[in-house]
C-alpha cells in the first residue's frame, strides 16, 4: 500500500462516516461536474501535500537507488572483462615474443648460410 494511500485512509478514518460519505459524493460529482473541481483538487492538495510530498521523495530515493546499484554493478562488470582483455592480450604478446624468437632463430641461421655461400663464391674457406 503506498504512503498516499494510507493517509488518505487514515484522514477518511478521523473525518468518520459521515464525511467519508460526503467526499464519496464529492468524487462522483467532481466527475460530474467541471466547476467545483479545481476547488476540491485545490483542497485535496492543501490537506494532502505532506503525503504528495512522501511519495514524490519515496520515488526519487528509488530510482537514485536503482541506478546507483545498476551502476555499481556496471563498473564490477568492466572490472571483469577489463581483467580477461589484460589476460589474452598478455597472451598475445607472449606468442608474439615466442614468434619473434623463432624467427630471429631462423634469420640467423638463413645469415650464416648465406655468409657461407658469399665465402664460396669469393674463394674463401668456409666459416
Do not use: C, F
Not at 24 to 53: C, D, H, Q
Not at 66 to 72: K, V
Not at 95 to 102: A, K, V, Y
Amino acid at each position: 500500500m503506498s504512503w498516499l494511500r494510507l493517509i488518505e485512509e487514515t484522514m477518511q478514518e478521523k473525518e468518520g462516516p459521515k464525511q467519508s460519505e460526503q467526499a464519496a459524493a464529492a468524487v462522483v460529482e467532481t466527475k460530474t461536474s467541471v466547476p467545483g473541481k479545481s476547488n476540491r483538487v485545490m483542497k485535496m492538495i492543501r490537506e494532502m501535500w505532506p503525503a504528495y510530498l512522501i511519495e514524490i521523495l519515496v520515488i526519487i530515493l528509488g530510482i537514485s537507488i536503482t541506478l546507483g546499484l545498476e551502476a555499481w554493478r556496471d563498473g564490477i562488470k568492466e572490472k571483469r572483462q577489463e581483467k580477461i582483455y589484460l589476460r589474452n592480450l598478455q597472451a598475445d604478446l607472449q606468442e608474439d615474443m615466442n614468434s619473434l624468437r623463432r624467427a630471429d632463430s631462423g634469420t640467423q641461421d638463413l645469415l650464416q648460410h648465406g655468409n657461407k655461400i658469399l665465402s664460396m663464391i669469393h674463394g674463401e674457406a668456409p666459416v
